[in-house]
């Protein structure tokens, strides 16, 4: 399983843009690159899903290089209610996924 | 999400007792899967199961054991409870009919206090 790092916390003020990337150097051929966000006691929620170039959706855009060996999700003009553990995973359909520690992001006002 | 339920979603229990708790789906996904959360760490899997008649092993299965009754549902038991299993425990499902990787969708967590 292609393993992720990812920075451990970022703080950022409401308005902001903020930009957490990943690196996955060990990424597969067939794997994808699939971003979580968890809320405290709540479970996982699915955000956005990418191959390579660029992926946007209403919550978030995914940018991926030609490499694939990293890739960075982009939340536009953050809010408080974005505060909320935001987790990288790399992996194919055959494999469960395996969440590291993620990324704690706390929205300032 | 709602289609993804677990019971009973808080526990408090004793060193050494047995208990299950219990997870369904109305999704009619194949995938399911059961994680530990301690506080402040990632989500750990435990086992997981692509369909009824398979069952996984995953990052951490010691001191647990699983049954996938029917599809939708996918039971985790701990069979002498030891306080280090103190924890948030998930279930999730998925579909490995998706076309690409399958997104899970997680119910709403059980919280487990072994004393």
């Known amino acids: 399983l292609a393993k992720t790092t990812q920075p451990i916390s970022m703080d950022s003020y409401e308005g902001q843009e903020v930009n957490i990337t990943c690196s996955h150097n060990?990424?597969?051929?067939?794997?994808?690159i699939t971003w979580y966000q968890q809320f405290p006691s709540q479970g996982p929620r699915f955000i956005i899903q990418?191959?390579?170039t660029k992926v946007t959706n209403e919550v978030a855009s995914l940018f991926i290089p030609a490499d694939r060996k990293s890739s960075t999700l982009s939340l536009p003009r953050v809010s408080l209610s974005d505060t909320a553990v935001y987790y990288c995973?790399?992996?194919?359909?055959?494999?469960?996924?395996?969440f590291g520690k993620g990324t704690r992001l706390s929205v300032i006002a | 999400d709602a289609d993804v339920t677990q019971t009973p979603r808080n526990r408090i229990t004793k060193t050494g007792k047995r208990i299950m708790l219990e997870c369904s789906q109305t999704?009619?996904?194949?995938?399911m899967y059961w994680y530990r959360q301690d506080p402040g760490l990632g989500l750990q899997l435990i086992y997981y199961?692509?369909?009824?008649?398979?069952?996984n092993k995953g990052e951490i299965s010691d001191g647990y054991s699983v049954s996938r009754q029917a599809q939708a549902k996918f039971s985790l038991s701990l069979e002498s409870a030891i306080p280090n299993q103190t924890a948030l425990y998930f279930c999730?499902?998925?579909?490995?009919?998706?076309?690409?990787?399958?997104?899970?969708?997680f119910g709403p967590g059980t919280r487990l206090l072994v004393l």
């Open positions: 995973l790399v992996g194919s359909g055959n494999t469960p996924l395996v």
């Open positions: 060990n990424i597969a051929t067939n794997d994808y």
């Open positions: 999704k009619g996904h194949d995938r």
């Open positions: 990418g191959y390579k």
């Open positions: 199961s692509f369909d009824v008649k398979d069952i």
């Open positions: 999730a499902t998925s579909d490995s009919g998706q076309r690409e990787v399958e997104t899970q969708y």
